[in-house]
C-alpha cells in the first residue's frame, strides 16, 4: 500500500511562516512529480506548487511570492515553505504526487489525507 503523509500543519499568527512535509512510503518502485494543493473553506480545492524530479516548479495562480516548494528525492518526500500568511489562507494542505506503485505495476495519483493550517489574525 503506498501513502503519503503530511506534517507540519498548525496554528500560527497572521505574518507568521510555516514549514510543511510531506513523504511517501509504501510499495514505491518511481516518485514523478510531487505538489502541495489546499482547499480553504468555501473554495475549491486548488494547486499552490508542483515540482518534478529535476526540480522544474510550477505555481498555481497568484503563489510565486510567499510559496517556496523543494524536494528530496532519495527521502520521497516535498516540503513547503510559506511565508507571511494571511487569515484567509486557513485551510487543510494536501499533498499529491504521481508514483509507480510495485502492486499495481503502473502510475498513480496519491493524495495524503492533507495538514490544517489555521491562521489567526
Same mark, same amino acid.
Not at 21 to 27: D, H, K, M, T
Not at 78 to 93: A, D, M, R
Not at 94 to 115: L, M, S, V
Given at each position: ?21 510531506? /513523504? ?6 518511481? *516518485? &514523478?512529480?510531487?505538489?502541495?494543493? !489546499? ?5 475549491? +480545492?486548488?494547486?499552490? /506548487? ?6 522544474? *516548479? &510550477?505555481?498555481?495562480?497568484?503563489? !510565486? ?5 523543494? +524536494? ?50
Amino acid at each position: 500500500q503506498v501513502q503519503l503523509v503530511e506534517s507540519g500543519g498548525g496554528l500560527v499568527q497572521a505574518g507568521e511562516s510555516l514549514g510543511l512535509s510531506c /513523504v511517501a512510503s509504501g510499495s514505491i518502485k518511481s *516518485v &514523478n512529480d510531487m505538489a502541495w494543493y !489546499r482547499q480553504v473553506p468555501g473554495r475549491q +480545492r486548488e494547486l499552490v /506548487v508542483s515540482i518534478t524530479t529535476a526540480d522544474t *516548479v &510550477n505555481y498555481g495562480k497568484n503563489m !510565486r511570492d510567499r510559496f517556496r516548494v523543494s +524536494r528530496d528525492n532519495a527521502k520521497k518526500t516535498i516540503y513547503l515553505q510559506i511565508n507571511s500568511l494571511k487569515p484567509e489562507e486557513t485551510g487543510i494542505y494536501y499533498c499529491n504526487a504521481e508514483i509507480w506503485t510495485t502492486e499495481a505495476w503502473r502510475w498513480a495519483t496519491i493524495w495524503g489525507p492533507g495538514t490544517q493550517v489555521t491562521v489567526s489574525s
